[in-house]
C-alpha cells in the first residue's frame, strides 16, 4: 500500500507536465495515451526483467549474476533521462511565469494569477489557460 501511494505521487511530476503541454479539448485522450503508454512499458519492463533474469541464470538457487542482475536493472531505470531534451522548455516555463502588474500571492512572495472561467461570460480576451480554469502561478 505505501510503495503504491509513493507511485502515484513519484508520478504527479509527468501529470503535471501532460496537463501543461496538453492542447485543449484533448485532455482526456491524452491522459488515456498516457495512461496506456504507462502501463504497457510496466508490462514491457516486467517481461524484460524476467528475460534478463533468465540470460543471466538467476534461479531460487543460483545467485551468482544477481549483482549484475540488480546493477542493470538500477540503471536501466536511468534511459528516461536521455529523453529530457525532448521536453519542449518554452511550454513548460510559460505556465510558470506570472503576468506582471499581479499581486503576490498571500501565502508567498511570488506572484500569482487566479483565472476563474465563467462559461456563462463571453470574454474574447481571454487566453486557453483561463479558458481551461487553471492557475497560473
Excluded at 509513493?6 to 495512461?35: D, R, S, Y
Excluded at 534461479?59 to 525532448?86: D, K, Y
Aim: proline share 5%.
Amino acid at each position: 500500500l505505501v510503495l503504491t501511494v509513493l507511485g502515484q505521487l513519484a508520478f504527479m511530476p509527468l501529470l503535471v507536465l501532460a496537463a501543461e503541454i496538453c492542447p485543449p479539448g484533448v485532455e482526456g485522450t491524452l491522459f488515456a495515451a498516457l495512461m496506456s503508454v504507462f502501463n504497457g512499458a510496466g508490462v514491457v519492463g516486467s517481461e524484460a526483467g524476467a528475460l534478463l533474469t533468465k540470460v543471466l541464470g538467476v534461479t531460487e538457487n543460483n545467485f551468482e549474476q544477481l549483482g549484475l542482475l540488480v546493477a542493470i536493472c538500477n540503471l536501466s531505470s536511468l534511459l528516461p533521462l536521455l529523453a529530457i531534451g525532448w521536453i519542449d522548455e518554452t511550454v513548460v516555463g510559460s505556465s510558470a511565469t506570472a503576468e506582471e502588474g499581479t499581486p503576490p500571492h498571500p501565502q508567498s512572495n511570488t506572484a500569482c494569477t487566479h483565472h476563474h472561467y465563467d462559461s456563462n461570460t463571453n470574454n474574447d480576451d481571454t487566453d486557453d489557460t483561463i479558458a481551461r480554469g487553471r492557475f497560473v502561478f
